[in-house]
């Protein structure tokens, strides 16, 4: 009998999250031995067309990751849907529309202007930008048009599971794999990692109480034992789910969030206004002010690209509303 | 006249395809790489707060984070007038080197090495890390994946994961070594010196004594004549954390030594419209599109870059194996498949490094940083990453946010050349009368060979 067929991809991507399941290292043997990859651009030269000639369906498990950023993600993203039975968004830019989902502060057309026109690129006086088809040399060449918008995988297909993290840590990436092998998924929709928060994986000490004032991580000396949050400095642990054993403040620098927001919470940026107000809260013994909070994440001058770092596409804002 | 496409180009980092044209008796009209992606970091980083910049531009490369977060947080150094302590620079450099090897052997067994260690025409199916595991057996695939790890772990250690690694503050780094966890460095960069010894016999025995490569390295397909850049240390030798950048002519001869600061007096960058990708150039010479010719700016970064815009190797063990390389090659060497071997000869010399480094008991003692100074507006930074020269820089406000930002990304500057490499190869195979898949894949043979990383090159 042939084994199950599975596929890894990259849509809007930086290639971290394929390298994380290079990271498995001898484990990925078992991978080999269970399963056929059929689709992995980074390691094996399959093409598109090959996944085109499948039978719908015939792809037992998709590892997506990625962003949708171009129509050529989009259309990818819709192929393997159509090829697998279960598709999963693999990392946070397919799960959340991740760091490159910044991209939806502005408008493709102010995006492509910055990028070929306003960067100091002293070869481009006639201003030429990418066309989406352009005449060279007597050819006819096309290109993938950028989308009006950067979206997580769920928005333009169906998505089974959810692997979070940017990229998602060692462990969860072989529970996930361990639970696919045996057959022992849980319900459609599920994110394959913990029901903690970052803070409970984070072993800083926690007093419980604001103990310093709003700093930048550059400031004034830290002390690295205790709670980051707590001396001021704007950390996304008590927003964001664990999974990752707390790794950027194991190694003294504040969580950004990457796991995406922690179980019956939406979104990231509303569960941190939380998380500082119950902190003032418990010190006061009372409700904090809106004054009190806003003193606590006085050095945020960029609120929006802090607590949406890596999930705005899926936040409540998801984008800037614009001209187009 | 009709149109071959091989799209995705596989095993590399990114998103690209090759477009190839051919004339009515199916000869090469013209061949495209086309790069469809673009993530747009210079315009979304604009805005964000400075001190972010480091963890959000690792994210403009899974495969090469580290570059672009230590480029990154030189930019911020200069640009919050906060050099970095003597241990702060040391810890970076660690973790520059446990990166550099990773990257070398990730490249060299998994992505474009597959061709040489199993030549080009084995089975589709076969031509990847699953195939070597298959033909050279699990015990080296499993010391191949130990050492990969080796380097994952440096990074790790220093910046709480092996991808995407959370350590640079301006002025410094966040956590130092401890000395037991240094002790663990100097072995690890023992092994890897063993190992990449290990990888240029197999280098050598494999590849070098094999009928394809031996004939490909020296034929016109492969071969291309272009200006080279690196960085370069004050005798000339390859640098990879710090130093001046040097760019040399087909001959060698300097043309230009420049501090990074300087890079917009020296390269320009052309826009096409079939390509999210731009075109770096000398900017002296210009942008006179896909030419291979001494009047046009094409120059090449990496390992051969390095190796051509250099004079010797700065350690004793790689400098032999350069020695040997420009015995046979000679130096500059423009034949596209030698980036194997000055890739090979990087790990050696970089483990070395490594290890002399992890003698000094800097990394366990002292400051981890220095205090910031007045912003002062702009910053500059760059590092030799696996691919090439990498160059960040941003214009910080009072505030400390972000309000320019220009990156020039090593598969960039290689753009040209690696497009001009792509035309040469096909025109090759399709005089040979070779269009069927498999056979195209000698095409793709040409780009792997630069270790591109489209993702990065577009950003």
Not at chain 1, 305 to 322: A, D, E
């Amino acid at each position: 009998m042939s084994k199950p067929k599975i596929a890894f991809y990259w849509a809007g991507s930086c290639g971290g999250c394929e390298v994380a399941v290079v990271d498995l290292g001898e484990k990925i043997y078992d991978v080999v031995d269970a399963f056929d990859i059929v689709f992995w651009p980074v390691a094996i030269d399959t093409k598109y067309d090959d996944i085109r000639n499948l039978e719908d369906g015939e792809i037992e498990v998709c590892f997506f990751n990625g962003c949708i950023r171009n129509e050529e993600n989009e259309e990818i993203a819709r192929l393997l849907r159509q090829k697998s039975k279960v598709m999963i968004a693999f990392g946070s830019c397919s799960h959340l529309g991740g760091i490159p989902g910044l991209g939806n502060l502005s408008s493709r057309d102010e995006t492509l202007d910055y990028v070929y026109r306003k960067t100091p690129v002293f070869g481009n006086e006639d201003g030429t930008m990418p066309c989406t088809t352009c005449v060279k040399d007597g050819n006819t060449i096309d290109l993938p048009a950028l989308r009006t918008e950067v979206s997580a995988l769920d928005d333009v297909v169906d998505v089974d599971y959810y692997i979070p993290g940017c990229p998602p840590p060692l462990p969860v990436i072989e529970g996930a794999v361990a639970a696919l092998m045996s057959g022992e998924l849980p319900r459609k929709g599920a994110v394959l990692s913990t029901e903690k928060t970052v803070c409970d994986e984070c072993d800083k000490e926690k007093r419980k109480k604001m103990v310093g004032k709003a700093r930048r991580i550059y400031d004034d000396d830290v002390d690295t034992s205790l709670c980051l949050l707590e001396q001021g400095i704007p950390c996304m642990g008590p927003a964001t789910r664990g999974g990752c054993k707390a790794a950027c403040p194991s190694a003294n620098m504040p969580c950004t969030g990457c796991m995406g927001p922690p179980p019956a919470s939406q979104e990231q940026g509303s569960r941190m206004v939380t998380a500082i107000t119950s902190l003032i809260a418990v010190e006061n013994e009372r409700e904090a002010t809106a004054e009190e909070v806003a003193e606590a994440l006085a050095s945020l001058r960029d609120p929006v690209g802090f607590f949406y770092m890596y999930s705005l596409p899926t936040s409540f804002l998801k984008r800037r509303y614009n001209d187009e | 006249m009709s149109e071959i496409e091989i799209n995705p180009i596989t095993r590399l980092e990114g998103h690209g395809n090759i477009k190839i044209f051919t004339e009515d008796d199916g000869t090469l009209k013209q061949a495209y790489l086309q790069i469809p992606e673009l993530r747009a970091f210079e315009k979304f980083c604009v805005g964000r707060q400075a001190e972010y910049m480091p963890q959000l531009t690792s994210r403009i490369c899974g495969v090469c984070p580290v570059p672009h977060h230590l480029a990154s947080i030189k930019t911020l150094d200069m640009a919050y007038n906060a050099p970095p302590t003597e241990r702060a620079t040391a810890l970076r450099r660690i973790m520059h080197y446990g990166y550099m090897i990773e990257d070398h052997l990730l490249h060299f067994y998994y992505l474009g090495g597959p061709d040489l260690l199993l030549g080009p025409d084995t089975p589709v199916g076969k031509r990847n890390i699953i195939g070597i595991i298959e033909t050279y057996g699990k015990e080296i695939a499993s010391t191949i994946m130990e050492h990969r790890k080796y380097g994952q772990e440096m990074v790790r250690m220093l910046g709480g994961k092996a991808i995407h690694p959370a350590f640079g503050i301006p002025g410094g780094v966040s956590k130092g070594l401890t000395e037991e966890e240094r002790d663990e460095v100097r072995s690890m960069a023992e092994s890897c010196i063993e190992f990449a010894q290990t990888t240029l016999s197999i280098f050598h025995d494999k590849v070098m004594g094999s009928d394809f490569f031996a004939d490909a390295l020296k034929s016109s397909e492969y071969e291309l004549e272009t200006y080279n850049l690196g960085t370069v240390n004050k005798d000339n030798q390859p640098e990879y954390y710090d130093g001046d950048l040097r760019l040399t002519d087909t001959t060698g001869t300097q043309l230009a030594n420049f501090v990074p600061f300087d890079y917009l007096d020296y390269i320009g960058e052309a826009v096409e419209e079939y390509s999210y990708m731009k075109f770096p150039f000398y900017r002296k010479l210009g942008w006179k599109g896909l030419v291979e010719s001494p009047e046009n700016g094409v120059y090449r970064v990496g390992p051969l870059g390095r190796y051509n815009a250099s004079t010797s190797y700065s350690t004793p063990l790689a400098n032999e194996e350069g020695k040997l390389l420009e015995k046979t090659l000679g130096r500059p060497c423009n034949m596209t498949l030698a980036y194997h071997w000055t890739r090979l000869t990087e790990v050696l010399n970089v483990s070395e490094m490594l290890r002399d480094l992890a003698d000094s008991d800097i990394l366990v003692e002292g400051e981890l940083r220095n205090p910031v100074g007045e912003i002062q507006g702009r910053g500059v930074g760059s590092v030799e990453a696996a691919r090439g020269t990498l160059i960040h820089d941003y214009v910080v406000d009072d505030e400390g946010l972000i309000k320019d930002v220009n990156l020039i990304v090593p598969t960039t500057h290689n753009a040209a050349a690696i497009s001009l490499s792509i035309a040469k190869a096909a025109r090759a195979e399709l005089a040979s009368g070779n269009t069927n898949v498999d056979q195209m894949n000698r095409v793709e043979v040409a780009l792997r060979a630069y270790d591109p990383c489209f993702g990065c090159a577009t950003h």
